[in-house]
């Protein structure tokens, strides 16, 4: 059974930081193409950022480009969301999502992705 796990969320403050992390099982994450989105209270759950199966695509957000970095940690079959400088805006609920056929060209929506995790709550607040 394939299955994802968050964890990694919490309350910081403004320009402070955050490392997600997403926990495959199941399956490899290098099979698949792996995306953060987040939904805060009253909005549409928006794409974050994107790592294809081998690695060789990125994408992000534009709200969240040159703070956010995914990678690959390939030891705990995960992939991770550092977080840095982080605003108030980036609050929310946070979740990844597999895809096996998303090249990670773009970010997507929510239907091009067949399994998710739970969520993590991000909190970013003084």
């Known amino acids: 059974q394939l299955q994802l796990v968050e964890s990694g969320g919490g309350l910081v403050q403004p320009g402070g930081s955050l490392r997600l992390s997403c926990v495959a099982s199941g399956f490899p994450t290098n099979t698949y193409a792996i995306a953060w989105f987040r939904q805060a209270p009253g909005k549409e759950r928006e794409g974050v950022s994107c790592?294809?199966?081998?690695?060789?695509?990125?994408n992000y957000a534009d709200s969240v480009q040159g703070r956010f970095t995914t990678s690959r940690d390939d030891a705990e079959n995960a992939v991770v969301l550092q977080m840095n400088s982080l605003k108030p805006e980036d609050t929310g609920v946070y979740y990844c999502?597999?895809?096996?056929?998303?090249?990670?060209?773009?970010?997507?929506?929510?239907?091009?992705?067949?399994?998710w995790g739970q969520g993590t709550q991000v909190t970013v607040s003084s």
């Open positions: 790592l294809s199966f081998n690695g060789g695509n990125t």
């Open positions: 999502a597999a895809s096996y056929y998303s090249g990670c060209f773009y970010l997507g929506s929510i239907y091009e992705y067949d399994y």
